[in-house]
């Protein structure tokens, strides 16, 4: 063989010796699962619970693009007759209408501050109160009514363990947070529930079904909880919220003030793109 043709030969074996190894490594990966446990990407939260900093003021442009947050690693049980959320929680308002909720108030910083943006702009939203703050505030909760709001239970002291404990702790926790909202506004109905920190299980689902409680999740995440400032909250909300979205916002649980800056900053932007409500409560 003439040495030219002798040194194409070699170089073509050895590169579909190099294509055939590098398929079955892919294979092989393919069948095991990532040792490292890390999650998909997408909307929704992170379960490590908030992390609390003082937030940086709206910067009047510029900024970069917001990367979506990961997403919650837990499986939706394919019998649960409800949402398409973790364990059969609803994630989405199911019309075109958009739902803000802010969880873990009410607190007198933030809270009023929540509630003027959204009369300035019209918008009903849903706010997930915990027990200890309605029963410190019960003024605020009265606020929250008085302005059309809807409130959704989110445990007695924001218990992110509370879906492992027992089913009779995890019912008194939810009735007890349930009467102080009723002790601060007897007539208001609460129909939600949410987990805190989204940190869903099957024991926690069953009870607040079993009190009349739809499980209510999110699908769009700027996690403000992070308090990673204004400029970014807002860019997240433009970007990801669309129609049947139901955004996950807080108004306590620390420096919130990034939150209210963001919301006056992006509001009158959204508005002019989708319809926002409350989530129902069918009273009439």
């Known amino acids: 063989m003439r040495p030219a043709l002798a040194g194409r030969t070699a170089v073509l074996v050895t590169l579909v010796v ?6 079955a490594y892919a294979l092989g990966r393919s069948l095991v699962s990532d040792p490292a446990g890390h999650p ?43 949402g398409d959320g973790p364990y059969g929680t609803q994630i989405t308002t199911g019309t075109t209408e958009v739902a803000l909720t802010f969880d873990d108030g009410p607190d007198p910083r933030y809270t009023p501050q929540a509630l003027a943006v959204l009369r300035e702009h019209q918008i009903k939203a849903t706010f997930c109160v915990v027990g200890q703050n309605a029963r410190n505030h019960p003024e605020l909760i009265r606020a929250i009514v008085a302005d059309g709001h809807t ?6 002291n924001h218990d992110t363990l509370l879906g492992k404990r027992s089913p009779d702790v995890i019912r008194a926790d939810l009735i ?11 007539d208001a109905p609460v129909v939600w529930f949410r987990q805190p920190g989204g940190a869903w299980t099957y024991p926690v689902v069953s009870v607040a079904r079993e009190l009349g409680m739809t499980p209510l999740h999110w699908n769009v995440d700027p996690s403000d909880w992070r308090a990673p400032g204004a400029q970014r909250i807002a860019t997240v909300l433009s970007t990801y919220v669309g129609p049947g979205a139901v ?38």
């Open 247 to 284: 955004v996950l916002l807080h108004d306590a649980g620390g420096n919130r003030q990034g939150t209210i800056d963001a919301l006056r900053y992006v509001l009158p932007e959204l508005t002019g793109r989708y319809h926002f409500d409350a989530l129902p409560t069918g009273a009439t």
């Open 176 to 186: 007890r947070t349930s009467q102080a909202i009723r002790a601060a506004a007897p």
């Open 40 to 82: 998909p990407t997408g909307l929704g939260t992170s379960l490590t619970g908030p992390q609390y900093a003082d937030q940086a003021p709206l910067p009047g442009t510029g900024g970069p693009s917001p990367s979506a947050p990961s997403e919650s690693t837990q499986d939706a049980d394919p019998q649960q007759p409800a």
């Open 18 to 23: 190099v294509a055939l190894l590098g398929s």
């Open 151 to 156: 409130l959704c239970n989110h445990s007695w």
